[in-house]
């Protein structure tokens, strides 16, 4: 059975963690769209790694990992990785492969990105800088190197040429030599070479053969570039679609659908975020939560749980269960509120408004459920979990028309609670944990 991991807010859902718990249970780990501004965290025998490109499935040996064309491949940041994750004895030669058909970012996305950034003033829309977006522009403007250009030396160095030097006239210098750019990516694309596939071809003959899948996927539906709040939003399809393109599988491919949503609900940089709290429960849930960008350390903007928002993420995606992290950072509170419906201009809506001047308008509608003395924190048995927590696991269900498979209650992978054994064990084929 293929299974699609996908982020169900605005990302920083936890999806590094649910990622590797499950990857022991398939063949590959495919990675679909984004590129190293995601960081996904993966807490291993009291060790903490952050994987920027690389599956979270490259922690378990057996496991074949997979970047796939849609995901934008910064060579420098790939190669740190790997040195870093070679540095605590995990290897990936054999396991790692890359899309011959992913694009690559080069110094002068990133300088291009910084540039770009500095003129829209309070239209920023809160970027990494790390030139992730204009080598998406790059490849939609027909003009992007793809990892197969790396063996096209006519290609690769015009290709090159041009992009330094459209950098150079918007920098107003010429700082950067496009001889030195063109040297360096071919002595990474040398390096690369062994582990470069045609990622549609990769995976059709697995799935021949009988081997299972979990397609990863970075960011969150919130931040999908047509279904999120455009136009602060990443450059890439977020949503399970960009399994599809981001691959080369068909959508039958896809066995199921999980989405992953924090007990609460975060962002990082602007935009627009109904149930932000911005007050001191806010700044105790951020500090409880170490919500803190893995990547970028940015302090992550935190609010209470958003139906709306949610039954958005669970309509374009076509969900089929849950799994909720961060359950433990609740513990304590008296009441936690849930929004459940949004008013706007006099009228109450429950569904997600496309216009962000309309979304500008709307103040979120609350109900509240009972917290909890008895920690959940590290419980990992359904039946540990204290009653007002079950309750509140309920009431999210029923909000959002999903099943919650798994609850989260700590950042170690045995910190996990299987919530509904029954979908475990038939997506599974057996006990999950």
Known sequence: MNIAVVGAQWGDEGKGKIVDLLAPRFSIVARYQGGHNAGHTVHVGGRRFVLRLIPSGIMHP???????????????????????????GIGVDGRLFVSDRAHLILPYHRDIDR???????????????????????????????????????????????????????????????????LDETRTYGARLRPWVTDASVALAAASADGRSILFEGAQGAMLDLDHGTYPYVTSSSATVG??????????????????????????????????ELTGATGDELRRKGHEFGAVTGRPRRCGWFDAVQMRHAVRVNGLDALVITKIDVLDGLATIPICVGYRCAGETRTDFPASLRRLETCEPVFESMPGWSTPTAGVRAADGLPAEAGAYLDRLEALTGVPALLVSTGAAREDTVVRNATLASAWFEGALL
């Not at 540039?115 to 990494?128: D, H, M, N, P």
């Not at 790059?138 to 040429?161: F, M, N, Y």
């Not at 399994?243 to 940089?269: D, N």
């Open 62 to 88: 057996g496991v074949m990992c997979l970047i796939g064309n849609g995901v934008v491949v910064d060579l420098k940041a790939l190669f740190d990785e790997v040195e870093e994750l070679a540095g605590s």
């Open 115 to 181: 540039l770009s950034e500095a003129t829209l003033g309070a239209r920023k829309i809160g970027t990494t800088s790390r030139g992730i977006g204009p080598t998406y522009e790059d490849k939609a403007g027909r003009r992007g190197l793809r990892v197969c250009d790396l063996s096209d030396e006519a290609t690769l160095e015009a290709q090159i040429r041009d992009g330094v030097e459209r950098r150079n006239r918007l920098a107003g210098d010429s700082a950067l030599d496009w001889r030195q750019v």
């Open 242 to 275: 960009g399994a599809c393109t981001g691959l080369g599988i068909g959508p039958r491919s896809i066995h199921g659908v999980l989405g992953i949503a924090k007990a609460y609900t975060t962002r990082v940089g602007e935009g627009p975020f109904p149930t």
